[in-house]
């Protein structure tokens, strides 16, 4: 029998974040499971309350967005632990990607009966990613994202997309995967564990959590309008076709550029490039559905692959 510390986000998914625990909550109980709620007061926090709850030999779960899953995965794989989630912030991409249900009934069993399956993460100068690490007008995005208090949930992300391609300035970035080195004038950079982000944009259609490398995806500088018409792809995962659009693959990427710009790891800031990404494979102990994405590159394939023109 399982028992079940889990790690609420109070201010996630705009205070909903306790409102979807307690139905799942209620069905772990019911089948006679241990729950305890521990309410965080920042990442720090809930970081701490994760480590302590694995130490003690109890299911870690994430009750949040990304961010959270983020934060509180880092401390489950130092501790050993397993963690479960809870989707419950405004883009939900990490339980996107491993195919987590919302439905409490569902979401219950995968908690009480899922085996827990080894995924990887990202590591970004010391800090856990379950996600995706960027750099770039989706940092710039991300940054509105997290100030736009007033914007209703569903229109957040889209608005702060315009408002980002309307002010950002594509750089120049120096990027290097594995050792392999280039040079492009791009906007964005982003190095994935997971494929999506920006709640639900497939920004990495082919990443797997399982593979043990990262899908580094860079969107070069092209007209606004050319820029557009990529970004509109993101949700189905087409960019990738697009000539503009350069896909690379590794266990560890560097990225810098001319001038500071924003980082940001599972929807929240780390710092300014220049930043260091790698792979972790197999470190975290996850509960979750069976892999739900059909089978991606083998260990054969090469490291470095450019988008078809």
Avoid at 171 to 189: H, K, M, P
Avoid at 199 to 216: F, N
Wanted: proline share 8%; charged share 20%; glycine share 12%.
């Amino acid at each position: 029998m399982r028992a079940y510390t889990a790690v609420v986000n109070p201010a996630a998914g705009g205070g909903r974040a306790a409102a979807a625990l307690v139905p799942v909550a209620w069905r772990l109980r019911a089948a006679g499971s241990p729950v305890t709620v521990a309410y965080s007061r920042s990442l720090d926090d809930a970081c701490q309350l994760a480590r302590e709850a694995a130490g003690h030999g109890e299911v870690v779960v994430a009750v949040g967005g990304d961010g959270m899953v983020g934060a509180v995965a880092g401390a489950v794989v130092d501790a050993g632990g397993v963690l479960g989630i809870v989707p419950a912030g405004r883009g939900n991409d990490f339980a996107r990607q491993v195919g987590l249900p919302h439905d409490p009934d569902a979401l219950a069993r995968v908690l009480l009966e899922g085996e827990p399956r080894l995924v990887d993460v990202a590591e970004a100068d010391g800090r856990v990613v379950v996600g995706s690490v960027y750099a770039g007008v989706d940092s710039a995005a991300s940054r509105i994202v997290n100030r736009a208090r007033l914007v209703p949930r569903r229109i957040v992300y889209p608005y702060a997309a315009v408002r980002a391609l309307a002010t950002f300035r594509p750089a120049t970035y120096r990027i290097s995967v594995d050792g392999e080195e280039l040079t492009e004038r791009a906007y964005t950079v982003v190095a994935a564990n997971s494929g999506y982000y920006g709640a639900g944009m497939h920004i990495a259609p082919d990443a797997r959590v399982d593979d043990g490398v990262l899908d580094v995806v860079v969107i070069r500088a092209v007209s606004r309008l050319r820029l557009a018409a990529a970004l509109r792809e993101l949700y189905p995962g087409t960019h990738t076709r697009r000539p503009e659009v350069l896909v690379l693959r590794g266990r560890e990427v560097r990225v810098a550029a001319e001038r500071p710009i924003p980082v940001y790891g599972d929807g929240d800031p780390i710092g300014v490039l220049p930043v260091t990404v790698r792979v972790r494979p197999g470190a975290l102990r996850l509960l979750s559905p069976p892999d739900p994405t059909p089978a991606g590159h083998g260990p054969g394939l090469p490291r470095l692959r450019r988008a078809a023109k």
